[in-house]
């Protein structure tokens, strides 16, 4: 029984893999593997690694008149434009963050939608508050694509910033037997990422306060994707039996 799905009794295989280096195939292999799980040809599945510089549109971003701009500037800070299928506004990402995407079968996919962001959500900043971080669940104001159940820090006397950031933004997939929650966790280096997320959301005229972008190790110095990886981890086992750990 797993927090949230009341009714699994199935272990969560963990998977951590390196980039390809092909950031469009990086996305696209959480879709596959979407699909793997509800033909029943890959068990459950939390899928780690640590993506190379990439600028992930939503759908919306694409018809938005400024949209071919925010592409050239995410080549011009280095980052890699993709559009994923999921819902919300551009995030983006580099090998100081990590991707976590969970994909289980069920029956009746879309029943749990609600109460899985609910659900991982508290459990993704409990991973965080492990490693010694005061996250939250909760959209801060002026964030980036913004999202009721995405995860905040805030600063204690040790952070190199005053403000609440946004740490871990969450979006799903269902399909007819399987869901994917895939889930960006910004743990090192903000700095490139605050400067491309200010410059692309400028460009296609979304307001966004570049302020509450940030990194787990803004508010504590030192952290880690590795450390991160651990921690999180260590709170996946605590409400599922995981597999290949």
């Known amino acids: 029984m797993s927090l949230w799905n009341p009714n699994a009794d199935h272990p969560l295989h963990v998977r951590i893999e390196d980039a390809s280096g092909d950031p469009e195939a990086d996305l696209g292999a959480g879709i596959e ?135 871990v933004g969450t979006a799903q997939r269902v399909v007819s037997g399987a869901w994917l929650f895939s889930s960006v966790f910004v743990i090192e280096d903000s700095a490139p990422i605050r400067a491309l997320l200010d410059d692309v959301y400028r460009a296609m005229g979304i307001p966004m306060d570049p302020a509450t972008v940030g990194a787990a190790d803004d508010l504590l110095p030192g952290y880690t994707t590795e450390a991160f990886i651990d921690d999180l981890l260590a709170e996946y086992a605590l409400h599922v039996e995981l597999a290949g750990a």
């Open 33 to 167: 593997l979407l699909g793997a799980v509800r033909n029943g040809e890959a068990p459950a599945t939390l899928r780690i690694y640590r993506p190379g510089p990439t600028l992930a549109f939503g759908q919306r971003d694409v018809r938005l008149e400024g949209y071919a701009l925010a592409v050239a500037r995410s080549l011009e800070h280095g980052f890699a434009p993709v559009v994923r299928k999921a819902g919300g506004r551009a995030a983006a990402y580099h090998r100081g963050t990590v991707i976590v995407d969970h994909v289980e079968p069920a029956a009746e996919a879309m029943m749990g939608h609600q109460h899985r962001f609910k659900a991982l959500g508290a459990l993704y900043a409990d991973a965080l508050r492990r490693g010694g971080i005061d996250a939250r669940v909760g959209e801060i104001s002026g964030e980036y694509c913004a999202g009721e159940f995405s995860v905040h820090g805030m600063p204690g006397t040790a952070a190199r910033t005053r403000n609440a950031v946004k740490l």
